[in-house]
């Protein structure tokens, strides 16, 4: 019995550790609505220049671009840092290897250009002026980050990114406090 409950309770920790976000440096687990395969993202057919497929830059010849957009509360979020991996642990160190960077523009737009075609490991996304990041995950409980595969010549799209907090606190009713049905 003391076995079984030490067993869910560890189910329960690791459960809640891959479904949150937990670093300062890139090394967060959260499901981001960037991607929901284990193969490589691949462009999404949504409604904006960036969800519809539209490049907005051309790659370098012999490179590749990585275009999205970063959306919070259903908008468009400006100036948030974004991070292409080429390796990518979300348990030990976050982002390492080769990093292409980019930042969200006014429509939360972003493109990271004069990317080295390959399959990149993460694709990270600061939450505004934290210092958590979120990234897409797949498998049952986002057991991996999703991959990225660029290609030459081409501009991968990905799906929109959904940034939230964590640190939000209840003012009203306090805590023990009755409510009315009202």
Same mark, same amino acid.
């Given at each position: ?37 284990? =193969? ?5 057919? +949504? +409604?904006?220049?960036?969800?519809? +497929?539209v490049e907005k830059v051309k790659p ?7 275009? +999205? ?14 991070? %292409? ?15 292409? =960077?980019a930042k969200s523009d006014a429509e ?14 993460? %694709?990270?996304v600061r939450v505004f002026d934290t ?39 209840? %003012? ?11």
């Amino acid at each position: 019995m003391i076995f079984r409950k030490w067993l869910a309770a560890c189910f329960c920790v690791v459960t809640a550790f891959a479904l949150t976000s937990c670093s300062k440096d890139g090394n967060t687990n959260s499901q981001s609505g960037a991607g929901t395969s284990s =193969t490589p993202v691949s462009v999404n057919n +949504g +409604g904006d220049a960036a969800e519809a +497929g539209v490049e907005k830059v051309k790659p370098a010849p012999g490179t590749g671009n990585v275009q +999205g957009k970063v959306m919070y509360n259903g908008k468009p979020v400006p100036n948030i840092e974004v991070k %292409l991996c080429e390796k990518f642990s979300q348990y030990i160190g976050g982002c390492s290897g080769k990093i292409y =960077t980019a930042k969200s523009d006014a429509e939360g737009d972003y493109v990271i250009t004069n990317v080295e075609p390959k399959v990149y490991e993460g %694709l990270t996304v600061r939450v505004f002026d934290t210092d958590m990041y979120v990234f897409a995950t797949t498998g049952v409980a986002g057991v991996s980050a999703s991959k990225y595969e660029v290609i030459a010549d081409k501009t991968l799209i990905v799906r929109p990114t959904h940034l939230f907090k964590g640190d939000l606190k209840t %003012l009203n009713p306090k805590a023990g406090a009755k409510v009315s049905a009202e």
